[in-house]
């Protein structure tokens, strides 16, 4: 059974850094895409990065990059978000996604399995 565990969430000031982390347990592919979303109250979720795990190719929300880091240590199964300079806009519940097949990275439906999610607040 896989599972997609999140944590590292919580609040912080902006300008602050935060960095989640994804462990994935029982996934039988050894290359799958692996992607941070979230959502913001009142708001549709949307993609934030994501990270092929077999090559390393990286994707990012143009609201994200030069801010975001997406990295993976496949010794541990676990998928990082490092989140710097963050902003009151970037307060969501994060979640991680894990997917095999082809697909664009943002949409949803390219992910087969999520995770619970973890809330980030960043106040002003």
């Known amino acids: 059974q896989v599972q997609l565990v999140e944590s590292g969430g919580g609040s912080v000031q902006a300008g602050g850094s935060l960095r989640l982390s994804c462990a994935y347990y029982?996934?039988?592919?050894?290359?799958?895409?692996m992607g941070w979303f979230r959502q913001a109250p009142g708001k549709e979720r949307e993609g934030v990065a994501a990270?092929?795990?077999?090559?390393?190719?990286?994707y990012y929300a143009d609201s994200v990059k030069g801010r975001f880091t997406i990295s993976q240590d496949n010794a541990k199964n676990t998928v990082y978000l490092q989140m710097n300079s963050l902003q009151p806009d970037d307060t969501a519940v994060y979640y991680c996604a894990a997917g095999y097949g082809g697909g664009t990275w943002y949409i949803e439906s390219r992910y087969n399995y999520w995770g619970q999610g973890t809330q980030v607040t960043v106040s002003s």
């Open positions: 029982g996934y039988a592919y050894s290359s799958h895409l």
């Open positions: 990270i092929g795990t077999g090559l390393g190719v990286t």
